[in-house]
């Protein structure tokens, strides 16, 4: 029988044993070795030729100590000479000259042989290096943003200079530097500068440049581009002055990145090198892009800060200039000062006025209603709380004039109310006109309601195509009516022009400014109008216009009168284009700013008078020694507080301060120091006869040669009128904010939504003109329904905002009639089904009696229309829009719910005011309007409008209104 081995057995032998091991040292990518105690290699495996490029030769012929880093070198002996069993990490150097990290693992046995398992670590190595540069990077950025946020517009220029030595030693340049452009980008300087020691300083040779010397460069920081350069002959043919510009600073690698307020280029953040040339990595251009916005929201900061210091030394004169009748009153109604406007208006003296309830003034005793009225809204505004309405008043002649009234509460600096503002603008002239556009409106209406009535008449009566083409033109009649009415009634002057300047269409506000008749503007081109200094400035606009690359610009310019007067304007012009983008003609918006600008200038005038009786005033100066002993005071200092000078040299003298003040005034003193010898503070001081006045000091500490306090000197100034006219000043400066927003939204809104059905109607009426006989019928039909598309939107657009404007006016009518409130919701409900097919089904229900009903059905109309509307719109095809309408007792309740988008919660505060949306309609096409047009018609019927909704799943508007309404 023959013998078997098992493997193990086999294993077991010295031969087999010596394989298998030398199988596994050939296969493993660790480093096995075998080290004698001088240092030299016995037997090594493959993977050492494989991690370091020698052969085992090469490496038996050396000691390993030879192969080792200098810098680890004696640290690894004191490893491999150990009688214990060590792990450690050394570098080797590779046959290339680079070297590689190893781990290892040591073992040394008795007969002074060491042995040792390696693992290649240097990848590893590497990752750390990164991660650390990585950490560092984002800590200095870190850094950087907190001591920028925490910074006073006064140490900003100091803090500019520490962060450029800070991150040229961060990215290892030789010179950091940043540079401010002029306003026009013509000049620039550099403002500041870090050179690593041993680097020369260029910033005198780099102020006011020009910049047009280096074109290449300007154009890519006008882009906003950054600029890094590793070598100088990496420069473009193009830049050879910037190359010349590198040589002359001797930097041989330059990053430049822009500085820019929005899309406004202000100034550049550089780095370069001198003593060796540099690859810029991302995260250094990253950090240099980071750097450049905190510097330029610094800078804003800066700006801004110092523009708002300016307007509080312009409220005084402001509160005196204004054209608005201005009053300011106590909690309880006295009156405490009026405007000059007020003064003339009145015709009385101060002593007439001051201190006498606001609304027994003469003007206000038209009837005790509008006395009472008045009382009421004091009352309320002494809660907290804006009030503004519109009064009738009596002038001194006795006539009456209508004024836009308004009362704002004005707050201390702890939030308490102080003082009531009271404002009123005559508005007499605007009200007549309003009622006389309103009368000619209703009449134009009716005129266009009777020859449409005509025209469907005569349409029945053809055939069908003729029927077709009959119908589009009576739409675009329409159309154009409705356009030139808003055109030639428009507040604002309106024009119309083609390619060549020429005026195909004009209204009469904007000949009327200009003083020409209709006639005489129409063969004037712009050119012919416009200020030369002006017309210089819009030709640019007008050929980028032309050309497609804007579609609209607005500037304000100065046009001549016929009588060589000149107007100020603010300027809208927007390009109407065919569906080819081709140019066709432009619709320009021209509002009459003179009377602001006249203003501004008048405002200004008074300004420097301001300035002139400020800085001619004397101010408060004394002196006194370290234990309060006055050793000189001015005589303005006496008159303040009422002293004799003899009353206070050689006496202490301290104002009395109050309390919540003391400890602060006493800190700024204990702040002065040889260092720091000057401190400026504010606080109040109560005078000997009780008032509470705001004063500003500059205290000033003088020593001696040895660093003791010889003597103060303070300088100080009265400043309660800048602290009262704080308050006043943020809320002038809100109320131009909410105008400015109000007027964009409508031009927004007349740019963007007039221009698309415009263009569709011109260019597909014109098509029709030219190749009605080449059209086939499909085509003609085609343009047909386009052009009713558009017609369509353009007069829903106009109703929108003819509605919005009427209820703005208080000029929505309200007229209930007897109705069936079944029947009227059905029909609405049947004719909206029938517009969108199949895409959306609408279910409506009704529970209790709901046939008689006393309600506007015009206002109604308004209001379901647009809310099934916008639930459909808003809803994705196929869902359902449901409709209930439930009677109870003396109230009629609509719920509409949809299965839509939903209403983000940050969006439904402002749901139903004009011009809003909601952040996620997307591309959903709309004005913004309807919603406040539901909510002005429901007020009108005395009802209430709520509304519940949730993004992805829908939303529910509940309307309550009473079920029998009386007109008022």
């Known amino acids: 029988m023959n013998s078997f081995q098992t493997p193990s057995e086999s294993m077991d032998q010295p031969a087999n044993r010596e394989f298998t091991q030398n199988l596994f040292l050939r296969i493993s990518d660790d480093l096995f070795g075998i080290w004698h105690k001088e240092g030299y290699w016995q037997p090594l495996n493959p993977a050492w030729e494989k991690v370091l490029g020698w052969t085992e030769e090469e490496l038996r012929s050396h000691t390993s100590w030879e192969l080792i880093h200098p810098d680890d070198r004696d640290r690894t002996i004191a490893h491999f000479t150990s009688t214990e069993a060590v792990e450690c990490e050394h570098r080797l150097r590779h046959q290339d000259g680079s070297y590689r990290w190893l781990a290892w693992k040591l073992i040394p046995v008795e007969d002074g042989r060491l042995y040792g398992v390696g693992k290649n670590i240097t990848e590893t190595k590497h990752t750390e290096a990164k991660l650390k540069e990585r950490i560092e990077f984002e800590q200095l950025i870190t850094s950087l943003s907190h001591q920028f946020i925490q910074?006073?517009?006064?140490?900003?220029?100091?803090?500019?200079?520490?962060?450029?030595?800070?991150?040229?030693?961060?990215?290892?340049?030789?010179?950091?530097?940043?540079?401010?452009?002029?306003?026009?980008?013509?000049?620039?300087?550099?403002?500041?500068?870090?050179?690593?020691?041993?680097?020369?300083?260029?910033?005198?040779?780099?102020?006011?440049?020009?910049?047009?010397?280096?074109?290449?460069?300007?154009?890519?920081?006008?882009?906003?581009?950054?600029?890094?350069?590793?070598?100088?002959?990496?420069?473009?043919?193009e830049a050879n002055s910037l190359k010349q510009a590198l040589e002359l600073t001797g930097a041989k690698s330059i990053a430049i990145v822009p500085i820019a307020q929005g899309n406004h280029l202000i100034g550049y953040l550089g780095c370069s090198t001198v003593n060796a040339e540099k690859i810029w990595s991302d995260d250094i251009l990253s950090l240099l892009q980071i750097i450049g916005g905190i510097f330029a929201n610094a800078l804003s900061r800066q700006q801004a800060e110092s523009q708002l210091r300016e307007s509080e030394r312009r409220f005084r004169a402001v509160f005196n200039q204004t054209f608005q009748l201005s009053s300011l009153l106590t909690l309880e109604g006295n009156v405490v000062a009026d405007n000059q406007t007020a003064t003339d208006f009145c015709q009385l003296d101060s002593s007439q006025v001051i201190g006498y309830p606001f609304w027994q003034l003469k003007c206000w005793t038209i009837s005790a209603e509008t006395q009472q009225q008045l009382q009421t809204a004091i009352a309320e505004a002494a809660t907290g709380k804006t009030i503004r309405y519109e009064a009738d008043i009596l002038a001194p002649d006795q006539s009456v004039i209508t004024i836009d009234f308004s009362l704002k509460p004005l707050r201390k600096e702890n939030g308490e109310i102080e003082l009531l503002i009271a404002e009123g603008r005559d508005i007499s002239d605007r009200k007549q006109a309003e009622a006389k556009l309103q009368t000619a409106m209703v009449e134009l209406e009716q005129r266009v309601e009777e020859r449409t009535h005509e025209l469907q008449h005569i349409n029945e009566q053809l055939q069908a195509e003729i029927l077709q083409h009959q119908q589009t033109e009576a739409e675009l009649r329409n159309s154009e009516q409705q356009f030139r009415r808003v055109f030639d009634e428009a507040p604002i002057g309106m024009t119309l022009a083609d390619l060549n300047d020429r005026y195909i269409r004009v209204n009469r506000s904007f000949y009327t400014m200009l003083g020409y008749s209709q006639s005489e503007v129409m063969a004037l081109s712009f050119?012919?109008?416009?200020?030369?200094?002006?017309?210089?400035?819009?030709?640019?606009?007008?050929?980028?216009?032309?050309?497609?690359?804007?579609?609209?610009?607005?500037?304000?310019?100065?046009?001549?009168?016929?009588?060589?007067?000149?107007?100020?304007?603010?300027?809208?012009?927007?390009?109407?284009?065919?569906?080819?983008?081709?140019?066709?003609?432009?619709?320009?918006?021209?509002?009459?700013?003179?009377?602001?600008?006249?203003?501004?200038?008048?405002?200004?005038?008074?300004?420097?008078?301001?300035?002139?009786?400020?800085?001619?005033?004397?101010?408060?100066?004394?002196?006194?020694?370290?234990?309060?002993?006055?050793?000189?005071?001015?005589?303005?200092?006496?008159?303040?507080?009422?002293?004799?000078?003899?009353?206070?040299?050689?006496?202490?003298?301290?104002?009395?301060?109050?309390?919540?003040?003391?400890?602060?005034?006493?800190?700024?003193?204990?702040?002065?120091?040889?260092?720091?010898?000057?401190?400026?503070?504010?606080?109040?001081?109560?005078?000997?006869?009780?008032?509470?006045?705001?004063?500003?000091?500059?205290?000033?500490?003088?020593?001696?040669?040895?660093?003791?306090?010889?003597?103060?000197?303070?300088?100080?100034?009265?400043?309660?009128?800048?602290?009262?006219?704080?308050?006043?000043?943020?809320?002038?400066?809100?109320?131009?904010?909410?105008?400015?927003?109000?007027?964009?939204?409508?031009?927004?809104?007349?740019?963007?939504?007039?221009?698309?059905?415009?263009?569709?109607?011109?260019?597909?009426?014109?098509?029709?003109?030219?190749?009605?006989?080449?059209?086939?019928?499909?085509?003609?039909?085609?343009?047909?329904?386009?052009?009713?598309?558009?017609?369509?939107?353009?007069?829903?657009?106009?109703?929108?905002?003819?509605?919005?404007?009427?209820?703005?006016?208080?000029?929505?009518?309200?007229?209930?009639?007897?109705?069936?409130?079944?029947?009227?919701?059905?029909?609405?409900?049947?004719?909206?089904?029938?517009?969108?097919?199949?895409?959306?089904?609408?279910?409506?229900?009704?529970?209790?009696?709901?046939?008689?009903?006393?309600?506007?059905?015009?206002?109604?109309?308004?209001?379901?229309?647009?809310?099934?509307?916008?639930?459909?719109?808003?809803?994705?095809?196929?869902?359902?829009?449901?409709?209930?309408?439930?009677?109870?007792?003396?109230?009629?309740?609509?719920?509409?719910?949809?299965?839509?988008?939903?209403?983000?919660?940050?969006?439904?505060?402002?749901?139903?005011?004009?011009?809003?949306?909601?952040?996620?309609?997307?591309?959903?096409?709309?004005?913004?309007?309807?919603?406040?047009?539901?909510?002005?018609?429901?007020?009108?019927?005395?009802?209430?409008?709520?509304?519940?909704?949730?993004?992805?799943?829908?939303?529910?508007?509940?309307i309550i209104l009473p079920l029998q309404s009386m007109a008022e």
């Open 151 to 237: 910074l006073s517009s006064d140490g900003i220029e100091d803090a500019i200079k520490h962060t450029l030595e800070k991150i040229g030693k961060f990215c290892e340049c030789d010179r950091t530097y940043m540079a401010l452009f002029s306003e026009d980008t013509a000049t620039a300087s550099m403002i500041q500068e870090w050179d690593a020691p041993g680097v020369s300083s260029i910033q005198p040779q780099w102020q006011d440049f020009p910049t047009a010397s280096y074109p290449w460069g300007m154009a890519k920081l006008r882009n906003l581009e950054t600029i890094q350069i590793s070598r100088r002959s990496d420069l473009p043919p």
């Open 527 to 958: 050119k012919d109008i416009t200020h030369p200094d002006e017309l210089a400035l819009e030709i640019p606009y007008m050929q980028q216009l032309i050309k497609g690359e804007i579609d609209s610009f607005q500037l304000e310019k100065r046009y001549i009168k016929k009588n060589k007067d000149l107007v100020w304007v603010n300027l809208t012009l927007i390009a109407l284009r065919d569906k080819k983008g081709e140019f066709l003609y432009t619709l320009a918006m021209v509002e009459d700013i003179t009377e602001r600008k006249q203003a501004m200038e008048a405002l200004r005038q008074s300004e420097a008078r301001y300035r002139a009786i400020v800085e001619d005033q004397t101010e408060l100066i004394c002196r006194f020694k370290a234990d309060g002993t006055f050793t000189f005071v001015n005589d303005a200092y006496c008159r303040y507080f009422n002293k004799q000078r003899s009353e206070l040299i050689g006496y202490r003298f301290k104002p009395q301060i109050p309390e919540i003040d003391q400890e602060f005034v006493n800190q700024q003193f204990k702040t002065l120091s040889v260092e720091q010898p000057i401190v400026t503070y504010e606080h109040r001081v109560i005078l000997p006869d009780n008032e509470i006045r705001w004063q500003q000091w500059t205290e000033r500490v003088m020593f001696d040669n040895e660093g003791n306090i010889v003597e103060f000197q303070g300088v100080g100034r009265d400043i309660t009128p800048l602290k009262k006219a704080e308050a006043e000043i943020i809320k002038a400066l809100e109320k131009e904010r909410e105008l400015s927003e109000l007027r964009s939204s409508f031009v927004s809104l007349v740019s963007h939504e007039f221009r698309t059905p415009l263009t569709a109607i011109l260019s597909s009426s014109e098509l029709l003109d030219r190749y009605s006989k080449k059209l086939t019928d499909e085509k003609k039909k085609a343009h047909h329904q386009r052009i009713q598309i558009a017609v369509s939107r353009m007069t829903q657009l106009l109703d929108d905002v003819l509605t919005i404007g009427k209820a703005e006016a208080g000029k929505l009518t309200f007229k209930p009639a007897s109705m069936n409130l079944i029947a009227f919701c059905q029909d609405i409900v049947d004719t909206l089904q029938m517009s969108i097919s199949q895409q959306h089904s609408i279910n409506f229900v009704c529970h209790g009696d709901c046939g008689d009903a006393q309600m506007d059905e015009k206002l109604l109309q308004h209001i379901l229309n647009n809310l099934i509307s916008n639930a459909i719109k808003y809803s994705s095809q196929g869902s359902e829009v449901k409709v209930e309408l439930t009677c109870e007792g003396e109230s009629a309740i609509f719920h509409i719910q949809d299965q839509g988008i939903g209403i983000p919660p940050e969006d439904i505060k402002k749901l139903f005011s004009s011009f809003q949306r909601a952040g996620n309609v997307g591309t959903i096409q709309g004005t913004g309007l309807g919603l406040a047009i539901v909510k002005k018609c429901v007020d009108l019927h005395g009802g209430l409008i709520t509304v519940e909704s949730e993004v992805g799943k829908g939303t529910t508007f509940t």
